[in-house]
């Protein structure tokens, strides 16, 4: 159908306003369990050291009657340490920028600080859990902190016979590894994944699936699992999910990790050189682990 002789059109108008909502979606992950379920403490260096110990194996303890005490060797505490790693986010806005009327927020420099803040708090969480060693640093390194994946070592489970086996996650590698951490002393209670290894343990045979009829809902997800070594809950995890997907972390009492600061996330303004500001936000920190044996690991999984 043809459009009438002379028919102003949308096409042929200046000056129609745009139409911004005043509102700015940002769907990115900030998944942070290992930040916000962690002890926090207080480094006074830029390597921070703690002891840990462990009891004597148990034995068959009988003495003669009357017989005299005759001391035992006494085990030293093993003393350990991690380096503090500093993070930062700079940005920079114009005197201008922060004048003008914007969408979606009332300052740009609220806007970047609450932005950049996040984003920190994602590459600490990154920091934590991913790093697999510590490094003291140079004039052209950056120190860096060992992270959970680092400090898990003496139970660790692999996927296949070898190291460089891969294999699909099952429930008798999940107890392999529960097993190993509660023979050492550990509690295992959450277990961090990717979404492909979370699907592996939902499609566990021995998982009970329970369709509601009254609202039509079919659940197949397993969040909790109940195993001879505990309850465990069932974490997917974003860094894992993309860093390491061909493993899986057993974490236990979470008591047993902390965060030490040795300066904690504040945000400066800096010196102006022009018409902008800069800001930076920073942070100092690095982890405890106080008794690595009380967690675990599986790791040589497939991952599709």
């Excluded at 200046?14 to 207080?42: A, C, H, M, W, Y």
């Excluded at 003291?136 to 898990?152: E, F, H, P, Q, V």
């Excluded at 699909?168 to 295992?188: H, Y």
């Amino acid at each position: 159908m043809a459009i009438p002789a002379n028919t102003f059109k949308t096409f042929d108008a200046v000056g129609i306003r745009e139409d911004l909502i005043d509102v700015i979606t940002n769907i990115d992950p900030v998944d942070t369990f290992v930040t916000s379920n962690t002890g926090n403490k207080r480094a006074k260096n830029t390597y921070h050291e703690w002891q840990t110990d462990s009891l004597a194996a148990a034995t068959a303890n009988s003495v003669l009657e009357g017989n005299d005490a005759t001391a035992t060797a006494i085990t030293p505490t093993t003393r350990v340490g991690n380096y503090t790693q500093i993070l930062r986010k700079v940005f920079q806005i114009t005197d201008t920028q922060e004048a003008v009327d914007t969408a979606g927020r009332g300052s740009e420099i609220a806007y970047q600080t609450a932005k950049k803040l996040k984003e920190l708090a994602r590459d600490i969480e990154y920091a934590l859990v991913i790093n697999t060693s510590a490094s003291a640093g140079s004039s052209n390194a950056a120190r860096t902190l060992k992270g959970m994946d680092g400090w898990i070592s003496d139970n660790c489970t692999y996927g296949g016979a070898s190291v460089g086996a891969s294999v699909t996650l099952s429930e008798g590698l999940v107890n392999d590894a529960l097993q190993l951490v509660w023979a050492d002393g550990g509690r295992p209670q959450y277990v961090l994944c990717g979404a492909f290894q979370k699907r592996q343990i939902d499609a566990m045979s021995t998982n009970t699936r329970e369709i509601r009829a009254d609202t039509k809902t079919l659940v197949s997800a397993v969040d909790i699992y109940k195993s001879s070594f505990g309850d465990l809950q069932i974490r997917l995890h974003h860094q894992v999910n993309t860093t390491i997907p061909a493993k899986v972390l057993i974490l236990g009492d979470m008591d047993l990790w902390n965060k030490a600061w040795l300066r904690p996330v504040k945000r400066e303004k800096l010196a102006r050189t022009g018409s902008s500001t800069k800001y930076m936000i920073e942070a100092e920190l690095t982890l405890e682990s106080l008794q690595e044996k009380g967690s675990g690991k599986i790791v040589g999984l497939k991952t599709s």
